[in-house]
């Protein structure tokens, strides 16, 4: 499976963007999906999940203020993001691991290219 991230742009603080997540070879619905995101000279952070059942998880800082969503029609996986912070900026990575009950994400080795966020005034 191959993962495509886009839709990264320059944000004001407070403003909101969409992330797409183009997945090829595979459908999204058989996939366990994540959201990363890095800042230079520091590790992958992992932002956001959903799995094959439709279950989503999220890291505490970004929690109530965005959403992943899978539209298997389309096959590609969004990061509906909000009320975006200064230190929301990074490169935006999607990944297909597996997600497993007990809450803990299991990357693939594959990440294919981010996609930018900046968040500045």
């Known amino acids: 499976v191959q993962l495509q991230a886009s839709g990264g742009g320059l944000v004001r603080p407070g403003g909101s963007l969409r992330l797409s997540c183009a997945v090829s070879g595979s459908s999204t619905s058989s996939h366990d999906i994540a959201w990363y995101r890095q800042v230079p000279g520091q590790q992958r952070e992992l932002v956001a999940v959903i799995s094959s059942g439709g279950d989503t998880d999220y890291a505490g800082s970004v929690k109530g203020r965005f959403t992943i969503a899978r539209d298997n029609a389309k096959n590609t996986v969004y990061l509906q993001m909000t009320s975006l912070k200064l230190e929301d900026t990074a490169v935006y990575y999607c990944?297909?691991?597996?997600?497993?009950?007990?809450?803990?994400?299991?990357?693939?080795?594959?990440w294919g290219q981010g996609a930018q966020l900046t968040v500045s005034s």
């Open positions: 990944n297909a691991g597996t997600y497993y009950s007990n809450g803990y994400y299991y990357p693939s080795r594959s």
